[in-house]
């Protein structure tokens, strides 16, 4: 224990690992998992809209409205928000070490995770969120310099101009005239119209030589459209890179501090998620009301609850060893390569060319298959790390960003 009482053994700035931070990763790579399975089991647009398919029965609508308050980006901000902490953890290592060129190496990092990214994208995930992250990562050292309090103001400052500029598109979209191209966008993205629905069928039903060229024919289309989510990511890890000079996620905070947090920004967050929730169903599941309720005004939202689920998991483990904690740190540290294996499981499971389960399962089946690769992280994740360092593919992005490959077992 250090002299604050934080049971270090991911990486801080001295170089030891804070095994409550990486127990809290191995949370936020297994709640990933309960959303990223509707790309793989549904049409597209049913990830937003449960109208869309999969929702027929009343457990797959409570099904969707307890994803909807509770997980739905939820745990992708508390992925983007430990992105945030572990290059703010990297820079105070490379300062205390003063040697390297961290600017450099981050930049190097960021251009692999975007390969890395791309090749996810084409081959398995329709929603690959490491491009994003990479993208939105790069302007991260332009931030580190500023105290706790002004990386937290500036995540905020960022959040409400992301949702401003997305209520503008809003907007738009619900006053503009039938047939037009800004009437057709949200329907055919969010809708639940015959156009989306088909859409789907065809990418659950292609090839894997199918699905390679298209994806690589519409790789520069499929990436501007993450382009305008680069503020509320970089918002996100601004202020993950505040919680951790917080001492937040060093495990620095005292138990009932951090219950305490995470119970105020329930009570902040849960009612509006809950109301918008409703929106949605007083729309009728409109694709003009669905996409802007997901994309935009749901997110100040979702990171306040991705915050209090922190708070919670370093109540729980900081300081307290446990085997759910050895688990989960286990799987939090191998979390690049439990996100990319997550998605080979589901691809699968249900594209053709594996199980075919595509479309053939409802809302809350879907939902229960996040059970196998949930149990599959937990269980190979120890025992890799029994023999090995790392993981394959942190060894790799990190090989190849310093051209050099370290030793990868033990």
Not at 77 to 104: C, D, N, T, W, Y
Not at 393 to 406: D, K, N, V
Request: aromatic share 10%; net charge positive; glycine share 10%.
């Amino acid at each position: 224990m250090d002299r604050r009482g934080t049971t270090l053994t991911a990486p801080g700035p001295s170089g030891e690992r804070v095994v409550a931070l990486d127990a809290l990763r191995g949370v936020a790579v297994a709640g990933i998992a309960l959303m990223n399975v509707y790309i793989y089991a549904l049409p597209p647009a049913a990830y937003f809209n449960p109208a869309a398919a999969g929702s027929e029965s009343a457990i797959d609508w409570i099904v969707w409205a307890v994803s909807f308050v509770l997980v739905e980006d939820k745990f992708r901000s508390l992925f983007a928000m430990l992105f945030g902490a572990g290059v703010a953890i990297l820079f105070e290592r490379a300062q205390q070490a003063e040697k390297g060129h961290p600017l450099r190496d981050h930049a190097l990092r960021m251009l692999v995770l975007f390969a890395i990214g791309g090749a996810h994208a084409i081959l398995l995930a329709n929603n690959d969120v490491l491009r994003l992250y990479a993208m939105a990562g790069l302007f991260l050292p332009l931030f580190l310099r500023l105290d706790t309090r002004r990386l937290l103001v500036m995540g905020g400052v960022l959040m409400v101009l992301h949702v401003g500029g997305g209520t503008l598109i809003a907007y738009q979209w619900l006053t503009a005239e039938p047939g037009t191209q800004q009437a057709l966008l949200p329907a055919s993205a969010f809708g639940a119209n015959p156009e989306a629905l088909s859409y789907g069928h065809m990418i659950g039903t292609e090839s894997f030589a199918e699905r390679l060229a298209r994806r690589i024919a519409g790789f520069g289309p499929a990436l501007e459209t993450q382009v305008p989510a680069i503020p509320s990511t970089l918002s996100t890890m601004l202020v993950g890179a505040g919680l951790w000079r917080s001492g937040l996620l060093q495990g620095c905070w005292p138990r009932a501090r951090c219950i305490a947090l995470a119970r105020k920004l329930a009570l902040i967050a849960v009612p509006p998620l809950v109301l918008l929730m409703l929106v949605d169903v007083w729309s009728g599941f409109t694709g003009a009301v669905v996409g802007p309720v997901s994309l935009f005004w749901s997110l100040p939202f979702d990171l306040l609850l991705a915050i209090a689920y922190a708070a919670l998991v370093m109540a729980l483990f900081a300081g307290r060893d446990s085997a759910l904690r050895r688990v989960l740190a286990a799987t939090g540290r191998l979390s690049l390569t439990n996100y990319l294996l997550t998605s080979a499981v589901f691809a699968l499971l249900f594209y053709s060319w594996g199980l075919g389960l595509y479309g053939t399962v409802s809302r809350g089946g879907a939902f229960a298959t996040t059970a196998v690769p949930i149990a599959l992280m937990m269980l190979w994740s120890p025992l890799w790390l029994a023999r090995f360092r790392q993981g394959p593919f942190e060894w790799l992005w990190r090989g190849i960003a310093r051209g050099r490959f370290g030793p990868i077992g033990r």
